[in-house]
């Protein structure tokens, strides 16, 4: 058992929160969705036929149901965005070194090659704002030196004619289309957008997603899977469909050598660089003071190809394992819900990727359902 509560906790508790309960997550937490033996599947609060996302889906089920103000999640995949977006409540997922991790810990000393975060998810903007501000405001990196040194800032980003906001659209990640509710969800967000003042939004073309995703999953098991497979056999826990899947079938998964790991590690500084470069991309170069000017602030694209999932399901996750793999920040907010008369899927002959082809399949409204969009 651990001496003491997680730094964070403590942080939180300083501040005059009540720590109330620890929720449910999923076999080894690299699930998309929230199943385990031991408290069987976190349903989704509007419609209990449906996922609640995963990894912190426990936790973004209390909040989206009132039982609690404000939770606390870890991604290193989507496991914030996927459950807040699946429930409809805001989540966000910080950049590395922001919010302490000491005490928390489920990633095998050594092995974190792509960085797990945690980070708030609550009903509002305000309440992911006060948890920042809380936890930086204690300053938490004279404890855990690992940490950015770097204060809460409040920032003004209201668009100026002399600084205008610049938004950047993707539509979908090259390699699976969205279903329809996301699609007419961003579509409605960027007629609303555009008529703000001083506000321009442009298309961005995604990178090179399905790469991104083959360095991610290379990285999330550098052992093979063999720390949770031991673990798994030393319990004799079953193996869940998701967790097969993630460790056993993912041709990425394989015990990496000194050269292995330094490839694909290499890799990784590679694609960020390139990244860069294609974000850069979409502003103007300015050839007298060789620089590019006017790139995009924000990106706006959906958290996942559909509204939620049903259990067992949820296998897609370049659209938010990009951005851990990148070190971006990213955020997901509720943006609406999915209509069975608005929202109809069409036929499609053509494919972008045979997960493309997978996952329309899985494009359905059930009766009642309450799906909401993210984005």
Request: charge should be negative; aromatic fraction near 10%.
């Amino acid at each position: 058992m651990p001496e003491s509560d997680a730094l964070v906790a403590q942080i939180l508790a300083r501040a005059g929160a009540v720590i109330m309960a620890r929720t449910t997550e999923p076999q080894t937490m690299m699930q998309l969705e929230t199943a385990s033996n031991l408290y069987g599947t976190t349903v989704n609060p509007f419609n209990t036929a449906l996922s609640a996302g995963g990894s912190s889906g426990g936790e973004a089920a209390l909040v989206a149901m009132g039982g609690s103000v404000i939770g606390v999640g870890s991604d290193v995949g989507g496991s914030i965005r996927v459950p807040a977006a699946a429930c409809g409540i805001f989540g966000l997922k910080p950049t590395a070194f922001r919010v302490p991790t000491t005490g928390y810990g489920s990633i095998p000393a050594g092995a974190d090659y792509v960085q797990t975060v945690l980070g708030p998810l609550c009903r509002t903007l305000e309440g992911i704002e006060l948890f920042m501000q809380t936890v930086l405001d204690a300053e938490p990196w004279k404890l855990e030196p690992a940490l950015v040194p770097l204060p809460w800032r409040s920032v003004d980003v209201r668009p100026t004619p002399a600084r205008p906001l610049r938004l950047g659209v993707m539509w979908h990640d090259g390699v699976v289309l969205p279903h329809p509710p996301i699609s007419r969800a961003l579509t409605e967000f960027v007629e609303r957008v555009k008529k703000l003042a001083h506000v321009e939004v442009v298309d961005f073309e995604a990178y090179k997603h399905d790469e991104a995703w083959a360095i991610t999953s290379s990285l999330y098991f550098s052992d093979g899977g063999k720390a949770d497979i031991a673990a798994l056999e030393a319990s004799g826990e079953p193996w869940l469909p998701l967790t097969k899947w993630i460790v056993e079938t993912n041709p990425c998964v394989e015990e990496l050598d000194r050269n292995s790991l330094e490839y694909w590690l290499e890799e990784k500084e590679e694609y960020r660089l390139e990244y860069a470069k294609a974000w850069n991309a979409s502003g103007v170069w300015n050839a007298e003071t060789g620089r590019w000017e006017r790139t995009v602030d924000a990106l706006i694209c959906p958290v996942a190809p559909g509204v939620t999932t049903r259990p067992g399901t949820a296998k897609y996750w370049y659209y938010t394992s990009t951005w851990n793999l990148l070190d971006y920040p990213a955020m997901a907010f509720p943006a609406g819900k999915a209509d069975k008369r608005l929202d109809v899927r069409v036929a499609r002959t053509t494919y972008m990727s045979d997960l493309d082809r997978e996952n329309w399949a899985l494009c359905e409204f059930l009766p009642g359902s309450a799906g909401r969009v993210r984005v």
